[in-house]
Each structure stands twice: as structure tokens, then as C-alpha cells.
């Protein structure tokens, strides 16, 4: 079974960074893309970012200019770097993992709390 464990996540003051981290292990298929979703109370989970691991990445229009994805293909590993951070940037942070020719499954890690104070 494949594992998702996110970490990074904190409570900082608006304006600062955290840089979120995602691995997955249990399995030897090849990572096909990584992303990372976000709930806050109430709302829906929506796309924050995606990275292929063939590279290609986007971005949620409302982090564009702020956030970064990036991956380590070797770890299994994707990264999350959030600068200026908003309050309306709280959420629930959970990280999605396809693997190549199974890409109709998704996995999800529990999550990463990030609070952004005012």
C-alpha cells in the first residue's frame, strides 16, 4: 500500500514563509504527478499546486507569485515553498500522489495544518 506523509506545517504570522513537504513510499511504480491540495473550514479541497515528474507544474491563481512547487524525483519527494503567506491562505494542507499507469488511483496523506495569523 502506498504511504503520503506531509509535513511543514505551523502557525506563522501574514507576511512569513513555510515550506511544506510531501513523501511517498510502498511502492516501486514510477510517481507520476504530485500535488497539493487545500480545505479550509467549510470550503471545498482545492488544487494549490501540481508537479509531473516529468516536470510540468500549475499553480491555483490565487498563489501564483507566492508559492512554489518543486520535486526530488529520486526521493519521491515534492515540496511546497510558501512565501507571503495570507490569512486566507489557512487550510488544512494534504498532499495527492498518482503513479504511472495507474493514474485513475489517488493517494492522499493526512495533512498538514497551516495557520496564518493576521
Known amino acids: 500500500q502506498v504511504q503520503v506523509v506531509e509535513s511543514g506545517g505551523g502557525l506563522v504570522q501574514a507576511g512569513g514563509s513555510l515550506r511544506l513537504s510531501c513523501t511517498t513510499s510502498g511502492s516501486n511504480l514510477p510517481i507520476a504527478s504530485m500535488g497539493w491540495y487545500r480545505q479550509a473550514p467549510g470550503q471545498t479541497r482545492d488544487l494549490v499546486a501540481n508537479?509531473?515528474?516529468?516536470?510540468?507544474?500549475n499553480y491555483a491563481d490565487s498563489v501564483k507569485g507566492r508559492f512554489t512547487i518543486s520535486r526530488n524525483k529520486l526521493r519521491n519527494t515534492a515540496y511546497l515553498q510558501m512565501n507571503s503567506l495570507k490569512p486566507e491562505d489557512t487550510a488544512v494542507y494534504y498532499c495527492?500522489?498518482?503513479?504511472?499507469?495507474?493514474?485513475?488511483?489517488?493517494?492522499w496523506g493526512q495533512g498538514t495544518q497551516v495557520t496564518v495569523s493576521s
Open positions: 508537479i509531473t515528474f516529468v516536470g510540468d507544474s
Open positions: 495527492n500522489v498518482r503513479l504511472w499507469r495507474r493514474t485513475e488511483v489517488e493517494y
